[in-house]
């Protein structure tokens, strides 16, 4: 990579993610092996927001981000219930798509298959949990924070001894990542997905008009059709447009046109 380059950076949420240089970074729901298929494995299969590996150091990283400032945050019990299962169903993706997933070009990041295959060679494993709950002074005070981090700990401690749980904007360095304000910036998936509603939505109204415009559509007009349109018109009407078409517009004219007829 060109040193004189900016690094990639990935939007999720509000927060903007540049990580350290040499590592892969994956995004599991930009792959369409994950949303059409594995996805539904199962009954349903959960991903975690950010994967990372690093082919020298062969160090693999699990990154998962909430925010709960925005939306409503579940009891703290239910919250290590759905951050453990990511973590499994997250493993199960990553072994299962260096064998089955297609080669794809997402819009973020390299391909699932591609970094699967990479990160199966990890020495290392770091699960990191950055949220944002929606409480002031939660990480200092040892609040619900350091209660979650506790309890993921516990169940996840086969798995990684010591995971990061942290603030989303914690200052001090966790990882191989620093976030920033992403200031308005979607992600390139979610403009990919908003494009492609708009072009869905687009599609369908030209349809509902083309429908509506065939059913209002005047049928064709038959010389019998102009003839009762004229038979109902006034009197001093049909006789303007007789002598605008040129016709004779007295009586004698028009007995001998009936004549010829």
């Given at each position: ?63 998962e981000v909430k925010d709960y400032r925005f939306d409503a945050r ?35 990041g390299v391909s699932l298959r591609e970094f699967a295959k990479c ?143």
């Amino acid at each position: 990579m060109n040193s004189d380059s900016p690094s990639p950076h990935y939007v999720e949420g509000v927060h903007s993610f540049t990580f350290d240089e040499g590592y892969l970074v994956c995004r599991i729901e930009c792959s369409s092996f994950y949303s059409r298929q594995a996805q539904n494995f199962c009954g349903g299969c959960k991903e975690m927001d950010f994967l990372l590996y690093h082919p020298e150091k062969k160090d693999l990283w699990l990154i998962e981000v909430k925010d709960y400032r925005f939306d409503a945050r579940p009891k703290v019990l239910d919250l290590v219930n759905a951050l453990t299962r990511k973590v499994k169903d997250t493993l199960f993706l990553l072994r299962s798509a260096a064998v089955s997933a297609p080669d794809e070009c997402p819009p973020e990041g390299v391909s699932l298959r591609e970094f699967a295959k990479c990160s199966i060679h990890a020495e290392s494993l770091h699960l990191a949990f950055l949220m944002e709950m929606g409480m002031s002074g939660v990480w200092t005070d040892g609040g619900i924070l350091a209660n979650v981090k506790n309890m993921l700990t516990m169940a996840l401690k086969f798995i990684d001894a010591e995971p990061v749980c942290a603030p989303i904007t914690w200052p001090h360095r966790v990882g191989p990542w620093r976030v920033t304000p992403a200031h308005g910036e979607l992600s390139k998936r979610i403009q990919i997905r908003r494009r492609n509603k708009l072009a869905e939505i687009q599609a369908q109204r030209r349809l509902e008009r083309e429908r509506l415009e065939a059913k209002v559509k005047p049928p064709a007009i038959t010389p019998d059709d102009k003839k009762e349109k004229q038979a109902k018109l006034p009197l001093w009407k049909q006789r303007l447009e007789q002598r605008i078409a040129g016709e004779s517009g007295n009586h004698e004219g028009r007995k001998k046109k009936k004549k010829h007829r």
